[in-house]
């Protein structure tokens, strides 16, 4: 049976995704809201989906990831001022992981950005109000002229060892030429749409973004009808393979209130840059010089098995004192082990350094580790 949309308090404020009735086919087992959205988070037990991402292919509605699109004469200039990471570096067709950072170097976001031609950029967005905060910068830059708007457009992935397999027989070999972070046209079932070689799994993966999204439900069915013989499943987020991956869920292991540099993310800002061309440039030269005074780490937590992902951020205590906090962690059934990351003290960030957790199934011991946990040349997504 569908899931039960009266279990969800709804209203003309929260959409459905243009993909709601193709994935109600599929009995999806909850939902949760995201930028405004109805998102289908499971369809099956969350071990059972990471196995799946593991082994074949798994197709997951993303289309809550809302683009927010700047283009106009002075699309550039104004992309640019948004993040401290060098677009001039990144070729129409081509895909790059960026940060939305402020004046103060907080991260506003950490979309992936897709530029769609010299002066049109996609930046697509994790749950946050990033739009109102560069419609809000552009008051600040009256004399660019700039449209900043959400783009009509909804993104699935299409993630897993099979998933070139399957693109293949949707959109013939030439596909496989996509090059890691780039994108082009194609279309799906009669529809056009947008492909990249990009993905929130780190696992081999495309992203497929629909244009004309009334057609959302037909593209969602031809590629599960193409999928069946590869073993396709309908899933949600891989929370155990994203940890794995050591890949950061805005709001929930970073915020507006941390910068790229206690982050360990320093590899996306470009110093070469001028202060004038991104807001966020002068704050965070100030922090390099200074120094930050805590970090975000991985840990491998003892004892049994964590029940599920956790709801809350788990206080890492020295005696009765907390120094920091658990924002992500999950039971690694491949790995065996309970693993997650924590924000403490840079004096407790080093390899090795043990910490004391508190959590909802009694106080864990942890250790301080190498991320990413599995893959830590992220040679996988690339292959």
Same mark, same amino acid.
């Not at 997951?60 to 060098?86: H, K």
């Not at 449209?147 to 457009?153: C, S």
């Not at 495309?206 to 599960?224: K, L, Q």
């Not at 011991?365 to 997504?381: L, S």
């Given at each position: 049976m569908a899931f039960d949309m009266s279990l969800v308090q709804r209203g003309a404020r929260n959409r459905r995704t243009p993909y709601y009735e193709a994935t109600q086919r599929h009995d999806p087992k909850g939902f949760t809201v995201y930028n405004h959205m109805y998102f289908p988070i499971r369809f099956d037990t969350f071990e059972n989906e990471f196995d799946a991402l593991l082994n074949d292919v798994t197709?997951? #509605?993303?289309?809550?990831?809302?683009?927010?699109?700047?283009?106009?004469? !002075?699309?550039? &200039? =104004?992309?640019?001022?948004?993040?401290?990471?060098?677009l001039s570096r990144c070729a129409v067709g081509q895909a790059?992981?960026?940060?939305?950072?402020?004046? #103060?170097?907080?991260?506003?976001?950490?979309?992936?950005?897709?530029?769609? !031609?010299?002066? &049109? =950029?996609?930046f697509a967005l994790a749950s946050s109000d990033a739009l109102l905060f560069a419609r809000g910068l552009k008051n600040a830059y009256p004399d660019l002229d700039v449209?900043?708007?959400?783009?009509?457009?909804?993104?699935?992935?299409?993630?897993g060892p099979k998933s070139k397999p399957l693109m293949v027989k949707l959109l013939g070999e030439e596909i496989l030429d996509l090059r890691y972070y780039f994108?082009?046209?194609?279309?799906?079932?009669?529809v056009p749409v947008v492909v990249t070689r990009?993905?929130?799994?780190?696992?081999?993966?495309?992203?497929?973004?629909?244009?004309?999204?009334?057609?959302?439900?037909?593209?969602?069915?031809?590629?599960?009808?193409?999928g069946a013989e590869f073993g396709i499943r309908p899933t949600g987020p891989s929370d155990i393979r994203r940890i794995e991956g050591a890949i950061f869920n805005w709001g929930a292991d970073m915020t507006y209130e941390n910068n790229p540099l206690e982050m360990g993310l320093e590899r996306l800002v470009d110093w070469d840059l001028p202060d004038e061309a991104s807001i966020s440039l002068p704050a965070l030269r100030r922090i390099r010089e200074e120094g930050v005074s805590r970090r975000i780490v991985g840990v491998e937590f003892d004892g049994e098995p964590f029940a599920a992902l956790n709801d809350t951020k788990w206080p890492v205590v020295d005696g009765q004192e907390r120094i920091g906090k658990v924002t992500s962690a999950i039971y690694s059934p491949r790995l065996d082990k309970n693993i997650g990351f924590a924000w403490v003290p840079v004096a407790e960030s080093a390899l090795g350094t043990k910490l004391t957790v508190r959590t909802e199934w009694g106080e864990r011991?942890?250790?301080?580790?190498?991320?990413?946990?599995?893959?830590?040349?992220?040679?996988?997504?690339?292959?």
């Open positions: 197709l997951w #509605d993303v289309s809550v990831e809302r683009c927010l699109e700047i283009s106009g004469p !002075d699309g550039f &200039t =104004f992309a640019q001022l948004l993040t401290p990471r060098d790059k992981y960026v940060l939305i950072c402020d004046s #103060d170097g907080g991260i506003v976001n950490d979309p992936v950005l897709t530029r769609m !031609d010299e002066t &049109t =950029f996609w449209t900043i708007e959400e783009a009509d457009v909804a993104p699935l992935q299409v993630q994108w082009r046209h194609a279309e799906i079932a009669g990009t993905g929130w799994t780190s696992e081999v993966g495309y992203e497929v973004y629909t244009i004309d999204t009334s057609r959302g439900n037909e593209v969602y069915g031809a590629i599960m009808e193409a011991n942890g250790v301080v580790v190498e991320m990413p946990f599995v893959d830590p040349n992220k040679q996988i997504p690339v292959s």
